[in-house]
């Protein structure tokens, strides 16, 4: 199995859809958190730019994670905020030795 993984995901939400992306980005957390491999999964909102929403990930390994992106959840997600978020940028990570 591979390295421990860390996603960084920032979501940004239009301003007149925050209340739902958040909505729909908090459904998440629980069900995430049980998923095998994930170390923790921890939702922010940007204290400046309320619209601006940061997951901080770690998982077991990359193929733990991408299981995690075949769930039925994130796609549920995906339909539920569709033209709802402006902007969604994904970072995979590795730890450096």
């Not at 860390?6 to 049980?34: D, F, G, M, Y």
């Not at 193929?63 to 940028?89: C, I, P, R």
Request: charged share 25%; hydrophobic share 40%; aromatic share 8%.
């Amino acid at each position: 199995m591979s390295k421990q993984l860390t996603i960084v995901a920032q979501i940004i939400a239009k301003p007149e859809h925050r209340e739902l992306v958040k909505s729909e980005l908090q459904k998440l957390i629980p069900i995430t958190r049980k998923e095998q491999g994930c170390i923790n999964y921890d939702l922010h909102q940007d204290i400046g730019d309320p619209n601006l929403f940061l997951f901080y990930e770690n998982w077991e390994s990359r193929e733990l994670w991408q299981d995690h992106m075949n769930n039925s959840h994130l796609a549920e997600y995906l339909k539920a905020t569709e033209g709802a978020v402006a902007s969604f940028v994904l970072h995979e990570m590795q730890p450096v030795d």
